[in-house]
């Protein structure tokens, strides 16, 4: 099964959608790979817990990542998200890590991904509201960002994995996907008028060029 046409032919769009078909593959067979060696790898600022690419291909085409303007990931670590999401947006990975900022910046690099950068900050204390999107796969808790958030951040914060505490963020969307559950949270000040906590759409079965399954 191949991905579904969503668009004319001869679209920029359906252009785009090409490109990210043909790195889809690229990407996952080069960094699943990896998983094994760097699970729970110790850094500067917490563990490093990479992302599976499989699941965030689906989230991110549930979620139209090809809509918002700018994402952040949150603790980018090796790069991947932001890899992944620079097919959709322009998208950014904040991490602390000198060595992981230098990996990613070197993968960027290797796939010729334009619309991919990294800064080495902490992102518990980086200025957020340039972004309309932040990603964020979570080892810990994190009350000091929920609390900033909450205060008045116009964008949205998707979440993938069990490890986060909401505090007064509200929730408006929910994805059932193959490893791990996600949720979409924006502020309480931007909740009104959208369905809280509203489950999203059964994850379709989606396939890449090169015959790898998702």
């Not at 890590?97 to 910046?105: E, H, K, N, T, W």
């Not at 909450?150 to 986060?164: C, N």
């Not at 408006?172 to 502020?187: G, K, N």
């Not at 906590?197 to 890449?208: H, R, S, Y």
Request: aromatic share 10%; charged share 20%.
């Amino acid at each position: 099964m191949t991905l579904p046409a969503r668009t004319s032919p001869g679209s920029p769009t359906a252009e785009a959608d090409r490109l990210r078909r043909s790195h889809f593959a690229w990407l996952v067979s080069t960094f699943e790979g990896r998983d094994s060696l760097a699970v729970g790898r110790p850094t500067s600022a917490g563990l490093f817990l990479p992302s599976p690419l499989k699941d965030l291909i689906r989230l991110f085409g549930l979620i139209g990542l090809e809509n918002y303007s700018r994402m952040a990931d949150l603790g980018s670590g090796d790069g991947r998200v932001v890899l992944l999401a620079s097919l959709y947006t322009s998208a950014e990975g904040l991490e602390a890590d000198p060595r992981l900022v230098a990996i990613a910046r070197a993968w960027s690099l290797f796939f010729g991904l334009k619309q991919a950068s990294f800064k080495q900050t902490d992102f518990t204390a980086a200025e957020l509201d340039g972004y309309d999107l932040l990603f964020i796969y979570p080892d810990k808790p994190l009350g000091s960002l929920v609390e900033k958030l909450a205060r008045g951040f116009k964008g949205r914060l998707l979440v993938y994995g069990p490890f986060f505490s909401a505090g007064d963020l509200v929730e408006i969307a929910r994805f059932d996907l193959e490893i791990h559950q996600a949720r979409l949270f924006v502020a309480p000040g931007l909740a009104s008028g959208q369905l809280q906590g509203q489950k999203a759409q059964a994850v379709p079965d989606l396939a890449v060029e090169g015959g790898l399954t998702l």
